[in-house]
């Protein structure tokens, strides 16, 4: 099935660049708005994260120009170009000398420069690829259109493709409940599937959309309400040998009361309709308890077998899901892979027996609940800034040393609201799981560190160019172990074996089995590291 992915070419504008002598320092500062200019924000997170991975650069924004990002450029101590409207690209960078400002603008035009290449005109013959979702539909035919706008405008654009006969996956999110259960009610009038919103997993036809893996084609697919799961999942199938006959996403919410499970049900259709998929896994995080029956009514009456993966307390992890799904389907589980430290280095080399914390720094969100789910159960409770229980709340901007006492054992998704409003996500910007690896492993309470590091399309390019030297200083510094949840297959665009040699060279257990490398890491804690099943 082909899709249709709105963009617009990248055009000038009105720029302000200048040498700034601080208070402190002196600095170049650079504003730029182009006016009608448009990229996807899966581009503009990467194109700002590598703008300010340029030595020298305080700080880049290359966004929108919507309400959040103006405030988001003012907090920066930047001016907005006079007229600036929503429509805007804004192009904003703060250096500590004209040569790095310099470096940077050059970075940032190779990478819109990049998207606005993508098929589009060379293909059509046209010299700009198409401005409007229906003048994209119109030229390439029904497909599934990827709604990558302000959030704001998101359901203008999906209303426009579902009128034209395309599914929809809606990668952006701040859209409103009311928003998604219109969209969705008017997708099932038609017989059609949105995504979303907030979907930012799928695959369909063996093509990757949002953050996917190159995973085999296989008799398995997936219906998700969870992005990291889903690739957790779908790299463990492919681990296996088996692979994924489709990846449909449903957003965070589908599963909830209010949705009920709209775009679940049409997913669950599709696949059942599909004559390579012999098994269908329905993913998702706790749902609402009336939706989930529901849900398990109506998978009754599919002549495809479903089976459910609910990821919360009393429920097989992930690892387990995948287990399950290949005996289905006759194919063993092998043991998933596992990487050790060069060094052999376990409990004896730096861990303490029977006690210490575990500190956990995620970009995945299911990946971290089901690491404190596991965590929990073995070690007793886990504060997080997503908390599985009231009481354990702990905000993950305060030091270690300002958290509640009894806050021993804490996890921290990266990817949570708060930490990515205004940033990229922390699976394309490591910056600020970097300077948090810094300050636990300093504490000296800290005796594990767990991090998951989530490879595939849109993601960071070599996660581990900047992670494994961070864990390689952090373990000589002040000792403890590192462990690793490494999702990712070995056709990925950063590869997987080189990302995991270089983690196993820095020090750190490596698994690719998030729930295992939970395990590994409580059993690390308690001294008894050994055989991981």
Not at 26 to 49: C, F, I, K, N, W
Not at 84 to 107: C, F, R, T
Not at 322 to 344: F, K, N, Q
Request: contains cysteine.
């Amino acid at each position: 099935m082909d899709f249709v992915w709105r963009d617009e070419a990248i055009t000038g504008g009105v720029a302000v660049s200048r040498e700034a002598a601080g208070t402190g320092r002196a600095g170049a500062e650079h504003v730029q708005a182009r006016p009608g200019a448009y990229a996807d924000s899966v581009t503009l997170m990467q194109v700002s994260a590598q703008a300010q991975a340029v030595d020298g650069v305080r700080a880049a924004l290359v966004a929108m120009a919507t309400d959040l990002n103006l405030r988001l450029l003012d907090g920066l101590g930047l001016a907005a170009p006079p007229g600036v409207g929503e429509h805007d690209l804004l192009v904003a960078i703060k250096a500590d000398d004209g040569m790095s400002l310099a470096a940077a603008l050059a970075v940032v035009e190779a990478g819109l420069e990049n998207r606005s290449a993508q098929p589009g005109a060379e293909d059509t013959g046209r010299e700009f690829p198409p401005r409007t979702t229906s003048s994209a539909i119109a030229r390439s035919g029904p497909g599934i259109v990827l709604v990558s706008v302000p959030g704001q405008y998101a359901c203008t654009e999906a209303m426009d493709a579902l009128a034209r006969g395309c599914d929809v996956m809606i990668f952006s999110d701040n859209v409103s409940v009311a928003e998604e259960i219109a969209l969705k009610d008017h997708a099932a009038e038609r017989g059609l599937l949105v995504m979303g919103p907030d979907c930012g997993t799928a695959i369909v036809g063996g093509v990757g959309l949002g953050f996917a893996n190159s995973v085999r084609r296989g008799p398995i697919g997936l219906v998700a309400a969870s992005g990291t799961g889903a690739q957790q999942l779908s790299c463990l199938l492919d681990a296996a040998g088996s692979g994924c006959s489709a990846v449909l996403g449903l957003g965070g919410r589908d599963l909830s009361a209010a949705v009920g499970g709209r775009s679940a049900r049409a997913a669950l259709a599709a696949l059942d309709a599909d004559p390579d998929t012999e098994l269908i896994v329905l993913l998702s995080k706790p749902p609402d308890a009336r939706v989930a029956h529901d849900l398990r009514s109506y998978a009754d009456t599919l002549s495809t077998k479903v089976q459910f993966a609910l990821v919360g307390r009393g429920q097989p992890d992930l690892t387990r899901a995948a287990e399950t799904a290949l005996a289905a389907i006759g194919c063993p589980a092998p043991d998933w892979p596992r990487w050790t430290p060069v060094d052999g280095s376990g409990p004896s080399a730096g861990a303490p027996r029977g006690g210490g914390a575990l500190r956990g720094l995620f970009a995945g969100g299911t990946l971290c609940d089901e690491a404190m789910i596991i965590a929990a159960g073995a070690l007793g409770p886990v504060y997080s800034n997503v908390p599985l229980e009231p009481g354990t709340e702990v905000d993950p901007r305060l030091p270690a040393s300002e958290r509640p006492p009894e806050a021993t054992h804490v996890m921290i998704d990266f990817g949570a609201d708060e930490l990515t409003t205004g940033r990229p996500h922390p699976m394309i910007d490591q910056r600020l799981r970097l300077d948090q690896l810094a300050l636990e492993a300093a504490d000296p309470a800290t005796a594990v560190i767990m991090l998951d590091v989530v490879l595939g399309f849109g993601a960071h390019a070599d996660p581990a160019a900047d992670l494994a030297p961070a864990i390689a200083a952090a373990r000589s510094r002040h000792g403890g172990q590192v462990v690793v949840s490494l999702v990712g297959t070995p056709a990925d665009p950063q590869g997987l074996d080189g990302q995991a040699a270089a983690f196993v060279q820095a020090g750190a257990h490596v698994f690719a089995s998030n729930a295992q490398a939970a395990r590994f890491a409580c059993e690390l804690i308690a001294g008894q590291a050994g055989g991981v099943r």
